[in-house]
């Protein structure tokens, strides 16, 4: 049901291909070297610089109709003052806009409330809370409304539970009863689960096959997807351990449920690559390019901070397919990063820890400090978390190592996190 469309009419024939193209002729010679990747389906170049940045394709969000801006505005990060991000956004035509109550300490959804004054018809919303398996409906109702005010409007298109991890939370009643009444009172219109932790899969399975949710927002990059790595494995030093993720977005795109990807730039650890980009193709773009190249995906949401920032991602809109120049770079940069870079939803070091350190999620704190490098929201996802990594600071580290399948050393990178971040 994903109606990816682009503004103008994609060009046809052998010059470009789609990712599952590229894919499959990679697959006929597995020792293909850099230089005959072009001949074996990926285009030449990635696509021509854009002159004019500005939104050039729109996917439809499954069942429920709503067409949005196939690169949109993640807010995470967004704080007082910076009204003219989301201005400059929605001029671009960025049209989803995407929050949450806890995003900088309801910063985020203040200021977004502030800039879509006279704008509201413009974009689509979306928020969430963090309701738990015993969160009551009328605890849920009481968030709502104070997103609402700090929102400045009187409905949310998409209202998500946040951060879901189990099972437990999903089958909460209190939540299904809460969003019965929202949507009776029209203060939301469709619901959903963001998710990017170890139980990534088995909630994601639950919830399509229960039929739960109308949109999920989940954690998915290149260095997620198998099909990345599936080829390239000779000169890696690690491989995707996460063949469900590719599979769980088509169960969801086949059950007519929206499908918005975020976490999409693995880190975003963009300095590493300025000097290997060629001008006007930049990583971030090529890794959008990669996403978006998935026909189960409809849209993707990244962090926008910046306004020269935000041209350079709009950059990429329209995109369904990748060229050489983009394997090349998502290549680099796996091998720059792979090494420090936990894989969000491969939870295979879970229960390592006799102390009960959540490490993939203490390392996903880490990645909002060192990579996104802002500190301030990393402390508050740390202080978020059921348990912390305290037990590191005097732990010799043998229970964990070896956990990781990527090779990651949990205990180099665990002691010091909890040391900036508690």
């Not at 682009?6 to 499959?24: M, V």
């Not at 397919?321 to 070091?349: P, S």
Request: proline share 4%; net charge negative.
């Amino acid at each position: 049901m994903t109606d990816k469309s682009t503004d103008q009419d994609r060009a046809s024939g052998g010059a470009a291909t789609s990712r599952r193209g590229f894919i499959k002729s990679t697959a006929v010679a597995a020792g293909a070297t850099a230089s005959s990747l072009p001949a074996l389906g990926a285009t030449d170049i990635a696509s021509p610089p854009v002159a004019n940045p500005a939104i050039r394709g729109h996917g439809t969000l499954g069942k429920t109709g709503l067409k949005i801006s196939d690169i949109s505005f993640g807010s995470s990060r967004l704080r007082t003052g910076e009204e003219r991000l989301v201005e400059h956004a929605i001029e671009r035509g960025v049209n989803y806009i995407d929050t949450a109550e806890s995003y900088t300490s309801g910063q985020s959804e203040t200021v977004i409330g502030r800039a879509l004054k006279g704008k509201r018809d413009k974009v689509i919303l979306a928020s969430k809370q963090f309701a738990t398996d015993s969160s009551t409906r009328d605890e849920m109702m009481h968030e709502l409304e104070a997103s609402l005010v700090r929102l400045q409007t009187d409905h949310i298109e998409v209202y998500f539970n946040h951060a879901v991890n189990s099972k437990a939370r999903l089958d909460n009643p209190e939540w299904y009863e809460f969003v019965s009444k929202a949507k009776e009172q029209g203060k939301i219109s469709w619901t959903g689960i963001s998710g990017h932790a170890g139980r990534l899969t088995e909630v994601l399975d639950h919830a399509i096959d229960h039929a739960l949710v109308d949109v999920i927002l989940a954690a998915y990059n290149f260095g997620q997807d198998p099909a990345f790595y599936e080829r390239l494995t000779k000169s890696f030093d690690f491989v995707a351990v996460q063949p469900e993720l590719p599979r769980l977005l088509k169960k969801a795109h086949d059950n007519g449920i929206g499908v918005v990807a975020m976490k999409t730039l693995m880190g975003a650890r963009l300095n590493d690559m300025r000097s290997r980009e060629a001008q006007g193709h930049t990583f971030a773009q090529a890794a959008f390019r990669w996403t978006l190249a998935n026909p189960n995906v409809d849209a993707l949401i990244v962090s926008m901070t910046g306004i020269e920032q935000i041209d350079e991602y709009l950059g990429a809109s329209g995109a369904q397919t990748i060229g050489f120049n983009d394997v090349e770079l998502l290549r680099e940069y796996a091998h720059l990063n792979g090494a420090t870079y936990c894989k969000h939803a491969c939870n295979k070091c879970e229960g390592a820890c006799p102390f009960g350190v959540p490490i993939a999620d203490v390392l996903r704190t880490r990645m909002y400090a060192t990579d996104y490098n802002d500190v301030a929201f990393a402390k508050a996802e740390y202080g978020m978390l059921a348990g912390d990594a305290s037990p590191c600071l005097s732990c010799s580290g043998e229970p964990c190592a070896g956990a990781c399948p990527h090779g990651l050393n949990i205990a180099e990178l665990c002691a010091p996190t909890h040391r900036i971040l508690a």
